[in-house]
Protein backbone atom coordinates (compact mmCIF):
# COMPACT_ATOMS: atom_id res chain seq x y z
CA UNK A 1 0.00 0.00 0.00
CA UNK A 2 3.24 2.10 -0.33
CA UNK A 3 2.94 5.64 -2.05
CA UNK A 4 7.01 5.46 -3.06
CA UNK A 5 9.17 2.52 -3.30
CA UNK A 6 13.05 1.75 -2.64
CA UNK A 7 15.05 3.11 -5.46
CA UNK A 8 18.43 1.42 -6.96
CA UNK A 9 21.64 2.11 -6.06
CA UNK A 10 21.90 4.40 -9.05
CA UNK A 11 18.69 6.29 -9.65
CA UNK A 12 20.35 9.49 -11.89
CA UNK A 13 19.57 7.35 -15.40
CA UNK A 14 15.49 7.19 -13.99
CA UNK A 15 13.30 8.46 -16.11
CA UNK A 16 10.74 10.01 -13.23
CA UNK A 17 7.67 9.87 -15.84
CA UNK A 18 8.30 6.33 -17.46
CA UNK A 19 5.06 3.90 -15.91
CA UNK A 20 5.47 0.66 -14.45
CA UNK A 21 7.92 -1.08 -12.06
CA UNK A 22 7.44 0.19 -8.86
CA UNK A 23 8.86 3.73 -8.22
CA UNK A 24 6.28 6.32 -7.54
CA UNK A 25 2.45 5.22 -7.20
CA UNK A 26 1.76 8.42 -9.69
CA UNK A 27 3.63 6.12 -11.85
CA UNK A 28 1.86 2.71 -10.86
CA UNK A 29 1.65 0.30 -8.06
CA UNK A 30 1.90 -3.36 -7.37
CA UNK A 31 -2.18 -3.69 -7.04
CA UNK A 32 -2.53 -1.50 -9.40
CA UNK A 33 -0.79 -3.99 -11.99
CA UNK A 34 -2.94 -7.20 -10.19
CA UNK A 35 -5.90 -5.39 -11.25
CA UNK A 36 -4.64 -4.73 -14.59
CA UNK A 37 -3.34 -8.12 -15.06
CA UNK A 38 -7.25 -9.76 -14.38
CA UNK A 39 -8.79 -6.84 -16.10
CA UNK A 40 -7.03 -7.69 -19.49
CA UNK A 41 -7.97 -11.45 -19.05
CA UNK A 42 -11.76 -10.95 -18.08
CA UNK A 43 -11.77 -8.57 -21.34
CA UNK A 44 -9.12 -10.53 -23.48
CA UNK A 45 -7.12 -7.81 -24.60
CA UNK A 46 -3.89 -7.06 -24.84
CA UNK A 47 -3.17 -4.82 -22.05
CA UNK A 48 -5.19 -2.00 -19.56
CA UNK A 49 -4.41 0.76 -17.83
CA UNK A 50 -6.50 1.72 -14.21
CA UNK A 51 -7.30 5.05 -13.31
CA UNK A 52 -8.92 6.81 -10.48
CA UNK A 53 -12.48 6.58 -11.79
CA UNK A 54 -14.85 6.03 -14.39
CA UNK A 55 -14.63 9.81 -15.88
CA UNK A 56 -10.70 9.98 -15.55
CA UNK A 57 -10.82 6.45 -17.76
CA UNK A 58 -13.04 8.46 -19.60
CA UNK A 59 -11.05 11.65 -20.26
CA UNK A 60 -7.82 9.58 -20.16
CA UNK A 61 -9.00 8.54 -23.91
CA UNK A 62 -10.21 11.63 -25.34
CA UNK A 63 -6.87 13.70 -23.92
CA UNK A 64 -4.49 10.86 -25.04
CA UNK A 65 -6.14 10.81 -29.11
CA UNK A 66 -7.20 13.94 -29.23
CA UNK A 67 -6.22 17.47 -30.03
CA UNK A 68 -7.67 20.95 -31.33
CA UNK A 69 -9.57 21.01 -34.28
CA UNK A 70 -10.25 16.81 -34.31
CA UNK A 71 -14.17 15.75 -34.37
CA UNK A 72 -15.86 13.16 -32.23
CA UNK A 73 -18.85 11.37 -32.80
CA UNK A 74 -20.88 10.51 -28.98
CA UNK A 75 -23.98 8.81 -27.99
CA UNK A 76 -26.57 11.08 -27.83
CA UNK A 77 -27.21 9.40 -24.51
CA UNK A 78 -24.59 9.29 -22.11
CA UNK A 79 -23.21 9.43 -18.62
CA UNK A 80 -23.33 13.16 -17.67
CA UNK A 81 -19.49 13.70 -17.79
CA UNK A 82 -19.14 12.32 -20.25
CA UNK A 83 -21.92 14.58 -21.87
CA UNK A 84 -20.58 17.71 -20.06
CA UNK A 85 -17.20 16.97 -21.59
CA UNK A 86 -18.11 16.62 -25.00
CA UNK A 87 -20.65 18.96 -25.15
CA UNK A 88 -18.98 22.07 -23.04
CA UNK A 89 -15.37 21.38 -21.87
CA UNK A 90 -13.57 20.40 -24.24
CA UNK A 91 -15.40 22.33 -27.35
CA UNK A 92 -15.02 25.56 -25.67
CA UNK A 93 -11.21 24.81 -23.60
CA UNK A 94 -10.07 22.97 -26.72
CA UNK A 95 -11.79 23.65 -29.93
CA UNK A 96 -12.66 19.85 -30.15
CA UNK A 97 -16.09 19.39 -31.87
CA UNK A 98 -18.51 17.17 -31.00
CA UNK A 99 -21.31 15.92 -32.52
CA UNK A 100 -24.19 13.93 -30.25
CA UNK A 101 -25.50 11.22 -32.21
CA UNK A 102 -28.28 8.49 -32.25
CA UNK A 103 -25.38 5.78 -32.24
CA UNK A 104 -28.49 3.27 -32.25
CA UNK A 105 -29.30 4.48 -36.10
CA UNK A 106 -26.41 3.35 -38.13
CA UNK A 107 -27.04 5.89 -40.74
CA UNK A 108 -27.03 8.66 -38.18
CA UNK A 109 -23.67 7.60 -37.30
CA UNK A 110 -22.42 7.38 -40.77
CA UNK A 111 -24.29 10.86 -41.25
CA UNK A 112 -22.28 12.00 -38.31
CA UNK A 113 -18.33 11.54 -39.68
CA UNK A 114 -16.49 13.99 -41.12
CA UNK A 115 -13.14 14.18 -42.51
CA UNK A 116 -11.32 15.48 -39.53
CA UNK A 117 -13.23 12.91 -37.27
CA UNK A 118 -10.45 10.94 -34.83
CA UNK A 119 -13.09 8.91 -32.56
CA UNK A 120 -16.35 7.68 -32.17
CA UNK A 121 -17.30 7.06 -28.36
CA UNK A 122 -20.73 5.05 -27.59
CA UNK A 123 -22.15 3.67 -24.41
CA UNK A 124 -23.94 0.87 -25.00
CA UNK A 125 -26.70 0.60 -23.23
CA UNK A 126 -26.25 3.90 -22.24
CA UNK A 127 -27.20 5.57 -19.60
CA UNK A 128 -29.44 6.01 -18.85
CA UNK A 129 -32.20 5.48 -21.50
CA UNK A 130 -30.76 2.04 -22.52
CA UNK A 131 -29.96 2.39 -25.77
CA UNK A 132 -28.41 -0.60 -27.67
CA UNK A 133 -25.44 0.59 -30.46
CA UNK A 134 -24.37 -2.17 -32.69
CA UNK A 135 -21.07 -2.35 -32.03
CA UNK A 136 -19.33 -4.46 -34.70
CA UNK A 137 -21.06 -2.02 -37.15
CA UNK A 138 -19.88 0.78 -35.65
CA UNK A 139 -16.43 -0.89 -35.76
CA UNK A 140 -16.80 -1.09 -39.50
CA UNK A 141 -17.65 1.94 -40.17
CA UNK A 142 -14.74 4.01 -37.92
CA UNK A 143 -12.28 1.79 -39.53
CA UNK A 144 -13.29 2.47 -42.87
CA UNK A 145 -13.20 6.21 -41.86
CA UNK A 146 -9.49 5.99 -40.14
CA UNK A 147 -11.38 7.10 -36.63
CA UNK A 148 -10.55 5.13 -33.30
CA UNK A 149 -14.32 3.42 -31.89
CA UNK A 150 -14.20 3.56 -27.82
CA UNK A 151 -17.20 1.23 -26.17
CA UNK A 152 -18.21 2.27 -22.45
CA UNK A 153 -19.02 -0.97 -21.31
CA UNK A 154 -20.15 0.00 -17.63
CA UNK A 155 -23.81 -1.16 -17.83
CA UNK A 156 -22.68 -4.44 -19.54
CA UNK A 157 -19.23 -5.45 -17.65
CA UNK A 158 -17.14 -7.75 -19.27
CA UNK A 159 -19.69 -10.71 -18.01
CA UNK A 160 -21.92 -9.53 -20.22
CA UNK A 161 -20.13 -7.82 -23.34
CA UNK A 162 -16.50 -7.52 -24.41
CA UNK A 163 -16.80 -4.59 -27.13
CA UNK A 164 -12.90 -5.07 -28.43
CA UNK A 165 -13.79 -8.77 -29.56
CA UNK A 166 -16.67 -6.97 -31.41
CA UNK A 167 -14.25 -4.37 -33.37
CA UNK A 168 -14.04 -2.42 -30.93
CA UNK A 169 -10.34 0.04 -30.17
CA UNK A 170 -11.00 0.84 -26.67
CA UNK A 171 -12.76 -0.68 -24.23
CA UNK A 172 -14.00 1.85 -20.79
CA UNK A 173 -14.78 0.57 -17.49
CA UNK A 174 -16.45 2.45 -14.92
CA UNK A 175 -14.55 -0.18 -12.09
CA UNK A 176 -16.59 1.78 -9.21
CA UNK A 177 -19.85 -0.24 -10.36
CA UNK A 178 -19.91 -4.05 -10.98
CA UNK A 179 -16.59 -5.05 -11.38
CA UNK A 180 -15.76 -3.40 -7.45
CA UNK A 181 -19.64 -4.38 -7.04
CA UNK A 182 -19.99 -3.08 -3.22
CA UNK A 183 -20.03 0.65 -3.51
CA UNK A 184 -17.00 1.00 -1.59
CA UNK A 185 -14.46 2.18 -3.93
CA UNK A 186 -13.55 4.08 -7.39
CA UNK A 187 -11.47 2.96 -10.37
CA UNK A 188 -11.55 3.42 -14.00
CA UNK A 189 -10.06 1.02 -16.85
CA UNK A 190 -9.07 1.31 -20.47
CA UNK A 191 -8.64 -1.80 -22.39
CA UNK A 192 -7.35 -2.96 -25.69
CA UNK A 193 -4.06 -2.79 -27.83
CA UNK A 194 -1.15 -1.66 -26.27
CA UNK A 195 0.16 0.60 -28.27
CA UNK A 196 -2.69 2.60 -27.21
CA UNK A 197 -3.08 1.81 -23.49
CA UNK A 198 0.98 2.98 -23.33
CA UNK A 199 0.10 6.36 -25.16
CA UNK A 200 -2.82 6.69 -22.39
CA UNK A 201 -0.58 5.70 -19.31
CA UNK A 202 2.06 8.01 -20.25
CA UNK A 203 -0.25 10.83 -20.24
CA UNK A 204 -3.54 10.65 -18.51
CA UNK A 205 -2.10 8.34 -15.93
CA UNK A 206 1.44 9.61 -15.16
CA UNK A 207 1.32 13.57 -16.38
CA UNK A 208 -2.14 14.08 -15.42
CA UNK A 209 -2.07 12.64 -12.26
CA UNK A 210 -5.19 10.11 -12.39
CA UNK A 211 -4.08 7.23 -11.05
CA UNK A 212 -6.28 5.09 -8.71
CA UNK A 213 -4.88 4.28 -5.19
CA UNK A 214 -3.42 1.09 -3.77
CA UNK A 215 -5.89 0.49 -1.47
CA UNK A 216 -9.38 1.24 -3.98
CA UNK A 217 -7.49 -1.28 -6.25
CA UNK A 218 -7.37 -3.86 -3.66
CA UNK A 219 -10.79 -3.49 -2.80
CA UNK A 220 -11.73 -3.70 -6.66
CA UNK A 221 -9.65 -6.57 -6.55
CA UNK A 222 -11.45 -7.88 -3.80
CA UNK A 223 -14.96 -7.13 -5.49
CA UNK A 224 -14.05 -9.22 -9.28
CA UNK A 225 -13.33 -12.27 -7.56
CA UNK A 226 -17.25 -12.47 -7.52
CA UNK A 227 -18.16 -10.50 -10.67
CA UNK A 228 -19.47 -13.84 -12.15
CA UNK A 229 -21.82 -14.91 -9.69
CA UNK A 230 -22.85 -11.27 -8.99
CA UNK A 231 -23.72 -10.79 -12.85
CA UNK A 232 -25.81 -13.68 -13.15
CA UNK A 233 -28.09 -12.37 -10.15
CA UNK A 234 -28.41 -9.03 -11.77
CA UNK A 235 -29.56 -10.25 -15.21
CA UNK A 236 -31.92 -12.86 -13.65
CA UNK A 237 -33.52 -10.36 -11.15
CA UNK A 238 -33.85 -6.85 -13.80
CA UNK A 239 -35.11 -9.41 -16.16
CA UNK A 240 -37.71 -10.12 -14.11
CA UNK A 241 -38.50 -6.85 -12.40
CA UNK A 242 -38.49 -5.35 -16.42
CA UNK A 243 -41.30 -7.98 -17.21
CA UNK A 244 -43.36 -7.48 -14.02
CA UNK A 245 -43.22 -3.71 -14.56
CA UNK A 246 -44.18 -4.01 -18.23
CA UNK A 247 -47.16 -5.86 -17.06
CA UNK A 248 -48.43 -2.74 -14.23
CA UNK A 249 -50.63 -0.79 -15.46
CA UNK A 250 -49.30 2.27 -13.69
CA UNK A 251 -46.39 1.92 -15.67
CA UNK A 252 -45.99 4.11 -18.73
CA UNK A 253 -42.61 2.35 -20.76
CA UNK A 254 -39.74 0.11 -19.84
CA UNK A 255 -37.14 0.51 -21.37
CA UNK A 256 -34.36 -3.14 -20.55
CA UNK A 257 -32.66 -4.56 -23.43
CA UNK A 258 -34.15 -8.12 -22.14
CA UNK A 259 -37.49 -7.16 -23.09
CA UNK A 260 -38.41 -8.34 -26.80
CA UNK A 261 -40.54 -4.94 -27.17
CA UNK A 262 -36.67 -3.06 -26.77
CA UNK A 263 -36.13 -1.25 -30.21
CA UNK A 264 -32.64 -2.76 -30.60
CA UNK A 265 -33.19 -6.33 -28.26
CA UNK A 266 -32.10 -8.43 -31.78
CA UNK A 267 -28.48 -6.48 -31.29
CA UNK A 268 -28.55 -6.69 -27.57
CA UNK A 269 -29.41 -10.31 -27.93
CA UNK A 270 -26.28 -11.10 -30.44
CA UNK A 271 -23.63 -9.30 -28.78
CA UNK A 272 -24.53 -9.36 -24.85
CA UNK A 273 -23.38 -12.95 -24.74
CA UNK A 274 -24.00 -13.31 -20.88
CA UNK A 275 -26.99 -11.34 -20.11
CA UNK A 276 -28.50 -7.85 -20.20
CA UNK A 277 -27.22 -5.99 -17.18
CA UNK A 278 -28.93 -5.14 -14.09
CA UNK A 279 -29.96 -1.86 -14.89
CA UNK A 280 -33.29 -0.56 -16.67
CA UNK A 281 -35.58 2.48 -17.14
CA UNK A 282 -39.37 3.23 -16.28
CA UNK A 283 -41.58 6.11 -15.84
CA UNK A 284 -45.25 5.64 -14.28
CA UNK A 285 -48.33 7.19 -15.66
CA UNK A 286 -48.42 9.49 -12.85
CA UNK A 287 -47.28 13.50 -12.64
CA UNK A 288 -44.27 14.38 -11.20
CA UNK A 289 -45.15 14.26 -7.31
CA UNK A 290 -46.46 11.11 -7.90
CA UNK A 291 -43.03 9.60 -9.13
CA UNK A 292 -40.90 10.98 -5.54
CA UNK A 293 -43.72 9.21 -3.74
CA UNK A 294 -43.48 6.31 -5.37
CA UNK A 295 -39.52 6.42 -4.21
CA UNK A 296 -40.40 7.43 -0.73
CA UNK A 297 -42.84 4.09 -0.34
CA UNK A 298 -39.70 1.87 -1.35
CA UNK A 299 -38.73 -0.52 1.43
CA UNK A 300 -35.87 -2.29 0.07
CA UNK A 301 -34.96 -0.13 -2.85
CA UNK A 302 -32.68 3.23 -1.58
CA UNK A 303 -33.20 6.21 -3.13
CA UNK A 304 -29.27 6.96 -4.31
CA UNK A 305 -27.20 7.59 -7.56
CA UNK A 306 -24.35 5.14 -8.97
CA UNK A 307 -25.13 1.35 -9.95
CA UNK A 308 -23.69 -1.86 -10.30
CA UNK A 309 -23.64 -2.05 -6.12
CA UNK A 310 -24.97 -5.33 -4.04
CA UNK A 311 -28.34 -2.92 -2.92
CA UNK A 312 -30.63 -1.66 -5.43
CA UNK A 313 -30.46 2.17 -6.08
CA UNK A 314 -33.31 3.98 -7.75
CA UNK A 315 -33.03 7.49 -8.98
CA UNK A 316 -35.75 9.86 -10.70
CA UNK A 317 -34.88 12.40 -13.26
CA UNK A 318 -37.32 14.79 -13.38
CA UNK A 319 -38.20 17.03 -16.45
CA UNK A 320 -36.07 19.63 -15.60
CA UNK A 321 -32.90 17.46 -16.71
CA UNK A 322 -30.63 19.13 -19.40
CA UNK A 323 -30.56 16.30 -21.36
CA UNK A 324 -34.60 15.82 -21.90
CA UNK A 325 -33.95 16.98 -25.65
CA UNK A 326 -32.10 14.00 -26.90
CA UNK A 327 -33.95 11.15 -25.26
CA UNK A 328 -36.53 9.40 -26.82
CA UNK A 329 -40.32 10.80 -26.34
CA UNK A 330 -41.29 8.24 -23.75
CA UNK A 331 -38.99 9.60 -21.48
CA UNK A 332 -39.96 13.09 -21.33
CA UNK A 333 -41.95 13.90 -18.36
CA UNK A 334 -39.58 12.18 -15.88
CA UNK A 335 -38.34 8.51 -15.62
CA UNK A 336 -36.43 6.23 -13.02
CA UNK A 337 -33.20 4.64 -13.53
CA UNK A 338 -33.05 1.66 -11.27
CA UNK A 339 -30.08 -0.56 -11.10
CA UNK A 340 -30.93 -3.85 -9.46
CA UNK A 341 -29.00 -5.27 -6.30
CA UNK A 342 -28.45 -8.93 -5.34
CA UNK A 343 -31.60 -9.02 -3.13
CA UNK A 344 -33.90 -11.75 -3.16
CA UNK A 345 -36.03 -11.21 -6.64
CA UNK A 346 -39.64 -11.54 -5.40
CA UNK A 347 -38.82 -9.26 -2.11
CA UNK A 348 -37.71 -6.39 -5.17
CA UNK A 349 -40.68 -6.73 -6.75
CA UNK A 350 -43.20 -7.07 -3.88
CA UNK A 351 -41.55 -3.08 -3.04
CA UNK A 352 -42.13 -2.06 -6.32
CA UNK A 353 -45.93 -3.46 -6.32
CA UNK A 354 -46.78 -1.99 -2.95
CA UNK A 355 -45.47 1.51 -3.75
CA UNK A 356 -47.32 1.33 -7.19
CA UNK A 357 -50.45 0.26 -5.08
CA UNK A 358 -49.71 3.34 -2.88
CA UNK A 359 -50.22 6.16 -5.53
CA UNK A 360 -52.64 4.14 -7.14
CA UNK A 361 -54.70 4.72 -4.11
CA UNK A 362 -53.77 7.95 -3.80
CA UNK A 363 -55.05 9.49 -6.97
CA UNK A 364 -58.32 8.09 -6.58
Excluded at 226 to 253: E, G, I
Amino acid sequence: MANSYKLPYDPSDLNWSSAGGNLYTRNGSANQGYLQEKLRSLHKVEDCVVLASGVSATMGVFFAFLKSGDHVVVSDSTYIATYRLLHELLPEKYQIEATLTDTSDLEAVRAAVKPNTRLIHIETPANPTLKVSDIRAIADIARKNGALLSVDNTFASPYNQLPCELGADLTVESLTKYINGHGDAMGGAVLGAKKLIDKIRAEAMVNLGGVISPFNAWLIMRGAVTLPLRMKQHNDSALSVAQFLSSHQAVRFVAYPGLENHRRHATAKEQMHGGFGGVLAFGLNADHDAHNKFVSRLQVITSAVSLGHDESLIVFLGENDERQYLYPEEFHGGFFRLSVGLEDTTDLINDIEQALIFIQTQRV
